[in-house]
């Protein structure tokens, strides 16, 4: 069956340095991958796009790539700051334009 | 605003009760979603509609409902059926409607259900 893996373990940076997300995804051919962002109490918000013949997108600070021999993306953001904490979310095509989610990595940036 | 509103944000059922959760959106998207999240889970598709007056399971529809009727409207029932009803509810939408497109999903609040 489809599987999507991130990191279940929180993610402990430092303010300035760059954060890097995993997601890895088995059984599986996306037409597309997308990344979003959830805080506490709340619906994600979409932050990206990639799709299966792009190697690599970036909107400011983010960056994602997408290898799909590897069967894996990886999500940047560089500069970080305490305001990115929060929980990012991977996410796969499936028909009908629904998504599978994967279970999220927790981003915790310290001053 | 244009976005996608849920309602309410907190929602407290005796157990047995049938309870139907609003969500409604203002972006004239086709497509609308409806999934489920639990503590330390990622999200899980319960159902989901492409057009109005369609509909289809996702993948733990079990023990609920859905209506589309108007293009900004998809309510949730979640039936006494359902076995472990407490979560939170997440409604989406997107444009859908174009083969091949890969639209973002707009993601509603939320509203957070306990069931006593």
């Known amino acids: 069956s489809q599987k999507i893996e991130q990191n279940s373990e929180a993610l402990n940076i430092q303010e300035g340095k760059t954060a890097t997300l995993t997601c890895n995804y088995t059984?599986?051919?996306?037409?597309?991958l997308q990344w979003y962002r959830q805080d506490p109490g709340r619906g994600p918000v979409f932050l990206l796009l990639?799709?299966?013949?792009?190697k690599e997108k970036r909107k400011e600070r983010l960056k994602v790539t997408f290898d799909t021999t590897l069967k894996q993306s990886l999500f940047h953001i560089t500069a970080s700051q305490p305001a990115d904490s929060a929980t990012y979310l991977c996410a796969l095509d499936r028909s009908g334009y629904a998504l599978n989610f994967g279970k999220g990595t927790s981003l915790l940036v310290t001053p | 605003d244009g976005g996608i509103t849920q309602s309410p944000k907190y929602l407290f059922r005796k157990e047995g009760q049938n309870v139907t959760l609003s969500c409604e959106q203002n972006?004239?998207?086709?497509?609308m979603y409806w999934y489920r999240q639990d503590p330390g889970q990622g999200l899980r598709l319960i159902y989901y509609?492409?057009?109005?007056?369609?509909?289809q399971k996702g993948d733990i529809a079990e023990g609920y409902s859905v209506s589309r009727e108007k293009k900004e409207s998809f309510p949730l029932t979640v039936t006494s059926a359902q076995k472990n009803p407490t979560a939170f509810y997440l409604c989406?939408?997107?444009?859908?409607?174009?083969?091949?497109?890969?639209?973002?999903?707009?993601f509603g609040p939320g509203t957070r259900l306990t069931v006593l």
């Open positions: 059984n599986y051919s996306p037409a597309y």
């Open positions: 972006l004239n998207h086709d497509a």
């Open positions: 989406a939408s997107s444009i859908g409607g174009v083969p091949g497109s890969y639209n973002e999903q707009f």
């Open positions: 990639i799709r299966e013949n792009e």
């Open positions: 509609s492409q057009i109005v007056n369609d509909f």
